[in-house]
């Protein structure tokens, strides 16, 4: 068992069976469909034109590689897209190193030799982003491969194992068929994802919107940069929009939408499911820098006659965001506001004890309250949650303390 | 109802938003270099290089044309296209050649601030280091943006420079004819006449600008359907600091060259061209433009190198990361700016000389840099149908191949003596 790089196999001489050089190695290719990392074939430029050197015919690879069958026997290259092209597809080109969190460009890629029977197989280990791939890659040829050697093993590797890396391909085909599906990056922190995603591409960036899970997509897209946000948005399919904008927060979802051009937004809104589209369109009536605006629709409230039992009952059918689980809500007839129980005094009342015995005084504002007043109430009476009341007193909805934040950091 | 408002303010937010890399880039362009070349060209030469603005900024146009196309297109630096279509050894070469040119200009941007205060008879040896932290601290501290603009506005002293033009009585008549008619050819033979020309190119078309404006188009997220008002930003740009170019050209060839002044050795004899304008203010005038334009530029050079350079190397890069996340970037960064202001340091260093010669070596650049972006943007793969029409690629590659005679022819001449 050893290692082998993908720049020393690259260019390196061809000798078949009969110990004749019949070309040279131009790329090396693995069939994610039949196995996720070993090299399937060598294609070798040879002068009846580029061949595939199957792995089963391989006897020896490195700085020279030796084939165990007759050059006539190897089968000429037809691309396809079901093959990843080691060269092609990943030297020099950006990778999402899950591991490390972040975007990196391969210098080069480790591939490990192992014997078998009478031939070789080569599997992809790592990727080489560090200085010592480069000063390899930029050293070859130049420098006596024994100097260069003993000169790289001085040198700290910097690889990534292959299951932390996530490819970059924007053809939604090939992607299918190189099994890219960006796994390692949907286990991420949805910050972590944003800040990843920021890095990328435009083309890039829609290729990860497209693939990942919508929920991961949606918690994601509240991250990003608003402008960067409305560009995905913009490039995405409108079903797919539709889909992720559904899994957001809908003060997110009407602050999103409402960055969109009307044309974009309008197509979304009509593929969304009903429920969903019109706790949105009720907030994209707001102005954007007041208490309705940063609001949330996604509450819990239940009715003054409820006990504490029901509380609990309505925290556990509760889907919105975790920030809106602090208060529970009271509503009396017509919707009318009437009182608000913190999570903490229901986990210490017992369970048969009315809501309205143990509700507290609370603050709300109106609707148009505008967004430095709201931080002011939140500042003042120390909040986590600030209910929305109409005019009739009726709870329109609630704004939590991280839209706050957001709201102070982002002006 | 909040949709209708939005619209129009969108669309009017969306043209300011765009129209911004193209200009910005073009007035930098009119650095410290920039500005020394025109006044050398003017001075030397009067009227008889005038016939080179129309070809140039035809040329420049093209090609910071391409450079935004690109970034629309394709959402990533010109170094990152480099890397990805060419590997790891022709990048890390061009980076090289790069950072040796721009280091030459960022060297120049400090002479011009040098060269701007000795006029005032401010000594370079306390100017120059403040100027390299303030450089130093603005971009790193993040107050970019707003001292952007303040540069931006104070590019209006540009138009002193048409205006000191116009008041200099220069022949129109001849200005005018050696823009437009072709030039002789006994010119072609003198080394002085080549390397002015090669300069002329190389500090209108300087090779960081492609990297910078196509950094720039990527940095605001300017997208293909955006992509026509870009187009309309980087022309206007470009036209406005041709028509500075040529009016610099004008004003220092009919206050200068008229009266025999055909060298220009320091600030003060540059600053002449302002006579007619301002009187004796024209040191002032001068020595303000310069100031900021040198410091522009001086803010925007190593950034913009060490961005290249990380980006195209596969370098962890970024403002936004702590200095043992990107260590490779601030120290670059940082010692571009150290450096540079160091070598003006170098005692009676001709500092109108180091600003010329800087952009004589973007001049031999050039062109390489400009076979990267034309085999780039001609690739389906890359750009789709967004690629160069046929003219287009005619135009430009006859550009890159004119670019190389003229080295060539140069590099001859001055062999020959």
């Avoid at chain 1, 910050?191 to 949606?218: G, M, S």
């Avoid at chain 2, 180091?354 to 390489?368: A, D, K, W, Y």
């Amino acid at each position: 068992m050893s290692l082998v790089a993908l720049s020393e196999l690259l260019g390196a001489t061809v000798r078949d069976a009969t110990g004749t050089v019949r070309g040279r190695v131009r790329e090396v290719a693995v069939a994610p469909q039949d196995h996720p990392t070993r090299v399937a074939f060598l294609i070798v430029r040879t002068a009846d034109g580029e061949r595939m050197l199957p792995l089963e015919s391989l006897r020896s690879a490195g700085a020279a590689v030796r084939a165990a069958t007759d050059a006539s026997n190897w089968e000429e290259f037809a691309p396809s897209d079901g093959v990843l092209l080691l060269k092609r597809d990943l030297l020099d080109q950006q990778i999402i190193d899950v591991h490390g969190r972040k975007v990196v460009r391969v210098n080069d890629v480790d591939l490990e030799s192992t014997p078998l029977n009478s031939h070789l197989i080569l599997n992809v280990v790592s990727v080489d982003v560090g200085a010592r791939g480069a000063i390899r890659r930029l050293s070859k040829g130049l420098v006596p491969s024994f100097t260069l050697r003993a000169l790289l093993e001085r040198i700290p590797p910097r690889v990534i194992p292959w299951q932390y890396v996530d490819l970059l391909e924007t053809d939604p085909a090939r992607r299918v068929k190189l099994k890219i599906a960006y796994e390692g990056l949907a286990k991420l922190h949805p910050a972590d994802i944003a800040d990843i995603v920021e890095d990328l591409a435009p083309a890039e960036r829609e290729a990860v919107f497209e693939t990942i899970d919508e929920e991961v997509a949606a918690e994601t897209l509240e991250e990003l940069d608003p402008d960067v946000k409305v560009a995905i948005v913009e490039s995405l399919d409108k079903d797919r929009a539709a889909d992720i904008v559904e899994e957001m927060d809908p003060d997110a979802a009407a602050d999103l939408l409402g960055d969109l051009q009307e044309e974009h937004s309008g197509q979304i809104l009509k593929e969304m499911e009903p429920e969903e589209r019109q706790e949105v369109t009720q907030l994209l009536e707001f102005g954007e820098h007041t208490a309705a605006g940063r609001m949330t629709t996604e509450y819990i409230a239940v009715p003054e006659t409820a006990v504490v039992d029901d509380a609990i009952e309505a925290l556990k059918a509760f889907e919105g965001s975790r920030e809106a689980l602090a208060t529970i809500y009271l509503l009396g007839p017509g919707h009318k506001l009437t009182g608000a129980v913190p999570l903490v005094k229901i986990a210490t009342s017992s369970p048969a004890i009315q809501l309205s015995e143990i509700s507290e005084p609370y603050v709300a504002c109106a609707p148009d309250t505008p967004e430095d007043e709201v931080a002011a109430l939140f500042d003042k009476y120390n909040l986590i949650t600030l209910a929305v009341v109409d005019e009739h007193g009726r709870l329109a909805g609630i704004i939590t303390a991280d839209d706050v934040i957001t709201m102070l950091r982002h002006g | 109802m909040k949709f209708l408002p939005r619209t129009w303010r969108t669309r009017l937010l969306l043209v300011l938003a765009v129209v911004g890399p193209g200009f910005i880039t073009a007035n930098v362009d009119n650095d410290a270099g920039g500005i020394a070349t025109y006044s050398v060209a003017g001075a030397q030469f009067g009227y008889s290089l005038l016939w080179t603005m129309i070809p140039i900024t035809i040329a420049l146009v093209i090609v910071q044309e391409m450079s935004s196309r690109m970034g629309a297109v394709t959402g990533k630096g010109l170094s990152d296209l480099i890397r990805e279509e060419f590997g790891l050894r022709v990048t890390f070469l061009l980076m090289v050649a790069l950072v040796i040119t721009n280091f030459g200009n960022i060297i120049s941007e400090f002479a011009g601030v040098a060269s701007s205060f000795e006029l005032f008879g401010i000594s370079k040896y306390i100017v120059v280091p403040v100027a390299a932290l303030v450089v130093w601290a603005i971009v790193v501290h993040g107050t970019y943006a707003i001292v952007e603009k303040v540069f931006l506005s104070a590019s209006a002293f540009y138009v002193a420079y048409i205006v000191s033009g116009v008041l200099a009585h220069p022949d129109w008549k001849a200005a005018a004819l050696s823009t437009v008619t072709r030039p002789e050819s006994a010119g072609f033979r003198n080394y002085g006449y080549l390397s002015m020309i090669i300069t002329l190119t190389g500090t209108t078309i300087a090779p960081w600008m492609q990297f910078y404006l196509q950094a720039s188009i990527v940095e605001k997220g300017v997208t293909v359907k955006q992509y026509k008002a870009s187009r309309i930003d980087v022309i206007v740009g470009c036209v406005f600091a041709a028509v500075v170019a040529w009016f610099i050209v004008v004003a220092c060839a009919a206050t200068l060259h008229s009266i025999g002044k055909y060298n220009i050795e320091t600030g003060a004899d540059a600053a002449q061209a302002f006579h007619p304008l301002a009187g004796d203010w024209a040191y002032l005038l001068f020595a303000a433009g310069l100031f900021n334009a040198s410091l522009f530029a001086a803010s925007i050079l190593p950034i913009s190198t060490a961005y290249a350079v990380c980006e195209g190397l596969g370098l962890e890069s970024g403002l936004d990361k702590r200095f043992e996340e990107a260590p490779a970037f601030y120290w670059l960064y940082s010692a571009l700016i150290v450096f540079g202001a160091a070598v003006v340091l170098v005692p009676r260093l001709p500092l109108f000389h180091v600003m010329v010669v800087s952009q004589l070596v973007n001049g031999i650049l050039l062109p390489f840099v400009l076979i990267f972006v034309l085999l780039l943007i001609n690739d389906r793969e890359l750009m789709g149908s967004y690629t160069n029409s046929r003219w287009y690629n005619v135009v430009s590659w006859f550009t890159v191949g004119i670019m190389i005679a003229l080295t060539v022819a140069m590099i001859i001449a001055q062999t020959r003596g």
